[in-house]
């Protein structure tokens, strides 16, 4: 039984000392103060119970949680401005169907598969560096 335990416990990903470590502080300060605190509270408290040798361990995965957060916010604000370009230029084809419908006018298909290409990258967004044929027909990703 043992065994079967360890063999299906290796699999599974283990929390670091900084992460069990914050838990724990977490914990305690919502016991302290249940009205509130600043998570840079529980930072601090953590690293300061660290030894040093777990603060040798914790602090490459600080750097690295500190660069995930600031490749997140880039990610985050290219999809941001890749959404603002889009939605620019589907605004003037949405008014110019809307005349048509309006007129009772044909739609011309062009702009209809316009209006459908524009509307799909806005709800199913490519990575900044897609070349598929819907990002590159459209003038690549923004």
């Known amino acids: 039984m043992s065994d079967l335990f ?5 699999g ?3 929390p670091s000392v900084w992460q069990t470590a914050f838990g ?3 914990e305690y300060l919502q016991a ?9 509270e529980i930072g601090h408290r953590t690293w300061e119970r660290l030894s040093e040798e ?9 750097f690295y949680a500190a660069w995930e957060n600031r490749q997140q916010q880039l990610d985050e604000r290219a999809r941001w401005e890749r959404e603002g ?3 620019k230029e589907l605004q003037p084809l949405l008014a110019r169907y809307g005349e048509l419908t ?6 011309p298909p062009g702009l209809a598969a316009s209006i459908a290409q524009l509307t799909f990258r806005l ?6 560096s897609c070349e598929c044929p819907a990002c590159s027909t459209a003038g690549g990703a923004s």
């Open 6 to 10: 360890e063999e299906i416990v290796a």
């Open 12 to 14: 599974v990903a283990q």
């Open 24 to 26: 724990i502080e977490e």
């Open 32 to 40: 302290e103060r249940p009205g509130g605190y600043e998570v840079e």
């Open 54 to 62: 777990d603060r040798e361990t914790a602090l490459p995965e600080l």
């Open 85 to 87: 370009s889009l939605k």
């Open 102 to 107: 309006e007129a009772g006018a044909p739609v």
């Open 123 to 128: 709800m199913v967004p490519c990575d900044p």
